[in-house]
């Protein structure tokens, strides 16, 4: 499958538990995107990176969120202390390097839930 | 004011009928623009990209963008039961950035 992996399919925590969410780009892509999308609602932007690059964190909560993508490996995000609000899904895309008429393409997502 | 506004819906068109879904953009600088579809509990996907003024064909499917305006929209010729979804609204604002607007949730009705 040459498409853009995330993992887990489904995640849940119970409130004060970490959770990490993985990406996988699709092959050859070196830039990925995460969102979070509440049910009935539209992309919330969070994150843009590049290999080991933030680019634009204007989307991530100040506190609790991070993310990163190592040389090596997947893009993680990383929810410290979750807490109901936290409930969402969480999709990952990813693009082409090269030029700014690249679409992005998506992963499945991760379903959070949060007891 | 939000980098892309659509019109939350719900828009409902008989089968057969023409859906016509709406966006606006607020950076003036934004170069390329793309729809996506997504269906109740499953990702984006893409479906039309377009980058010039004027309209984009891919068979049912017709984009038209005027950036005078601000202005980027959706046909959806023939619409079909299996057409009815969120369709997104994509904005690149800066080299390889994207913002999403909300998306309008189309019904089509047999």
Redesign the interface.
């Given at each position: 499958n040459a498409g853009v992996m995330q993992n887990p399919r489904h995640l849940v925590r119970r409130r004060g538990q970490e959770a990490r969410l993985r990406c996988s780009p699709m092959k050859g892509h070196s830039h990925v995107y995460w969102y979070r999308q509440l049910p009935e609602e539209g992309l919330k932007f969070m994150v843009y990176l590049q290999k080991e690059n933030i680019i634009d964190e204007s989307g991530m909560p100040k506190e609790r969120f991070s993310a990163e993508f190592p040389k090596e490996g997947p893009s993680i995000l990383r929810i410290q202390q979750v807490v109901r609000g936290d409930s969402a899904a969480y999709f990952c895309a990813s693009s082409l390097q090269t030029g700014g008429n690249q679409p992005q393409h998506f992963g499945d997502g991760t379903r959070l839930s949060i007891l | 004011q939000k980098e892309v506004e659509q019109n939350s819906g719900p828009l409902s068109v008989p089968e057969g009928a023409i859906a016509s879904l709406n966006c606006t953009y607020s950076d003036r600088g934004s170069?390329?623009f793309?729809w996506?579809r997504q269906y109740s509990g499953?990702?984006?996907?893409?479906i039309m990209?377009i980058?010039s003024n004027g309209d984009k064909e891919d068979g049912r499917f017709t984009a038209q963008l005027n950036k005078a305006s601000q202005y980027v929209s959706l046909l959806i010729r023939d619409s079909q039961p299996s057409d009815s979804a969120t369709y997104?609204c994509?904005v690149?604002v800066?080299?390889?950035?994207?913002?999403?607007?909300?998306?309008t949730r189309l019904t089509v009705k047999p």
């Open positions: - | 170069q390329s793309f996506y499953k990702s984006p996907e893409l990209s980058y997104l994509a690149n800066r080299n390889n950035d994207m913002r999403f607007g909300a998306g």
